[in-house]
Structure formats: structure tokens, C-alpha cells
């Protein structure tokens, strides 16, 4: 059984700083990405920051320069520092996880979002 929770947000003013997290429970045979989404209002859900398994870390073109993403393996805990906050950055943000199980075929995996906002 896979569970993914977020903690970490609020409300914060522009200029300012949150980190969220996301621990993760369950047993995979791999993951093969973890990384942040988030959806604002009126808009679809769009793609933060991603680690791949083996590859370098991507970010949106929109986050670049004051987000980072880490990892500690320890505490199987995914995290989203971000830092300068805009008022664009408003939305729910959800940990994600894809990965293969023992069905041994690749799935995703969604938190329960939890919300940033800030304002002007």
C-alpha cells in the first residue's frame, strides 16, 4: 500500500520562502520519478520539479532559479524548497511518485495536495 503526504504549506508574502514535503510509505521493486505538481485556480495541473531515476533534475521554465528539489532516502521524504514566492505561485501542490510495484508494471502515485499561497 502507497501513501503520500504533504506538509509545509500556507500563506506566505511575496518574496518569501516555504518548504514543503512529502513523505512516502510502500514498498516499490523501483521508482522511477518523484517530483512536484500543482494546480492553481482556473487552471490545469502542470509539472513543478522531477527527479528522474538516473537523470538530472528538471524544473518548470516558471520556478527556475528559486526552487529545489531534494531527496532524503533516510526518511523516504521527497522536498520542494521554494524561495522568492510570487503571487503566480498560488496553488495546490501535490507530491508525485511513478514507480513499479510487484504487479511489476509502472503506475503513479498522487498526495493529497496541500495548498501555498501568496499574496502581493
Known amino acids: 500500500q502507497v501513501q503520500l503526504v504533504e506538509s509545509g504549506g500556507g500563506l506566505v508574502q511575496a518574496g518569501g520562502s516555504l518548504r514543503l514535503s512529502c513523505a512516502t510509505s510502500g514498498r516499490f521493486v523501483s521508482i522511477n520519478a518523484m517530483g512536484w505538481y500543482r494546480q492553481a485556480p482556473g487552471k490545469e495541473r502542470e509539472l513543478v520539479a522531477l527527479?528522474?531515476?538516473?537523470?538530472?533534475?528538471s524544473f518548470a521554465d516558471s520556478v527556475k532559479g528559486r526552487f529545489t528539489i531534494s531527496k532524503d532516502n533516510a526518511k523516504n521524504t521527497v522536498y520542494l524548497q521554494m524561495n522568492n514566492l510570487k503571487p503566480e505561485d498560488t496553488a495546490v501542490y501535490y507530491c508525485?511518485?511513478?514507480?513499479?510495484?510487484?504487479?511489476?508494471?509502472?503506475?503513479?502515485?498522487w498526495g493529497q495536495g496541500t495548498q501555498v499561497t501568496v499574496s502581493s
Open positions: 508525485y511518485v511513478r514507480g513499479v510495484r510487484f504487479s511489476l508494471r509502472e503506475n503513479e502515485y
Open positions: 527527479i528522474p531515476t538516473g537523470a538530472s533534475t
